[in-house]
């Protein structure tokens, strides 16, 4: 089969180095990389870009940054200071993008840590944009509102951009963390109408998962309604990679190659027939 508009994240395959992941990727025909910070840690980044033209991958996204919250003015001074190193590698890596959990800090309020990532991004956005890195808000399920994002759905995201204003910030649709939300059909087009709308990633919500972070489920295991969401996508214009993002601690004691093998054989059932 072609997987060329597939791409995997690198944390999907943790156990493999990069090396392992841009040749396991490229052998199976998938056509995209977002690769994770992790998974380079020590690399020679420019050996890295090279090795990912010389396959014949397309890079999509550096992940992840954010993190913006925090109580003290030194730690989101801090913060920010992190998410420049990470759009310099970003840039080394001549990946496109950096995707942004945008943090939350317990004890502040969901309005004092939105304020706080709205200024945070803000604050960064023009400096990304002479790196040629878009920034990408990543809404995450209301579950991680209380310590990893004040930005619990596609509407707080929407929202978020409309109020940053600005040509370099964009947004990553993660179905895992939106599927649930009941206009999700008009927050995709309200987001692709004003330009934010730039990565999709696919994986599926199990009702009984073991793990809050660590248990998701190849497509097809969950209840998302992952044709119906797709069609929505593809409604809006989106154009771009489905992008496998998929945490799964099971998955990653087992060989990691049997692992990307389920996940094509699970897109094969469910988007290569649309």
């Not at 939350?104 to 604050?123: C, F, H, K, L, M």
């Not at 023009?126 to 920034?135: M, Q």
């Not at 992008?243 to 990307?260: H, N, R, V």
Request: charged fraction near 25%; proline fraction near 2%; glycine fraction near 10%.
């Amino acid at each position: 089969m072609n997987y060329q508009d597939l791409a995997v994240h690198t944390f999907t395959t943790k156990s493999w180095s990069i090396d392992e992941c841009i040749e396991g990727y490229a052998k199976r025909g998938i056509g995209g990389i977002s690769i994770w910070r992790e998974t380079v840690e020590g690399e020679d980044l420019c050996s890295v870009a090279r090795q990912v033209r010389d396959a014949g991958l397309r890079g999509i996204s550096y992940v992840r940054g954010g993190f913006f919250t925090g109580k003290t003015g030194k730690e989101r001074r801090d913060a920010l200071e992190e998410n420049r190193q990470l759009i310099r590698e970003a840039e080394i890596l001549e990946l496109p993008s950096l995707v942004l959990v945008c943090g939350a800090t317990v004890g502040q309020s969901p309005r004092e840590n939105y304020e706080q990532i709205r200024d945070g991004i803000g604050t960064l956005a023009d400096e990304a944009a002479s790196h040629g890195v878009r920034l990408l808000v990543e809404p995450l399920h209301p579950v991680y509102a209380g310590d990893r994002s004040a930005i619990p759905s596609l509407q707080v995201a929407n929202n978020l951009c409309e109020e940053i204003n600005h040509h370099n910030v964009g947004i990553a649709l993660d179905v895992y963390h939106v599927w649930w939300e009941l206009d999700l059909a008009g927050q995709i087009q309200r987001c692709a109408k004003s330009g934010w709308l730039d990565a999709y990633h696919i994986c599926d919500f199990k009702p009984d998962q073991s793990h809050l972070l660590l248990d998701r489920g190849i497509m097809g295991e969950g209840c998302c309604d992952l044709h119906g969401i797709d069609a929505m996508m593809r409604d809006a214009c989106f154009e771009g990679f489905r992008e496998a993002e998929i945490f799964s601690s099971k998955w990653w004691e087992c060989d990691q190659g049997d692992f990307l093998d389920e996940i094509l054989h699970a897109y094969d059932k469910i988007y290569q027939s649309l």
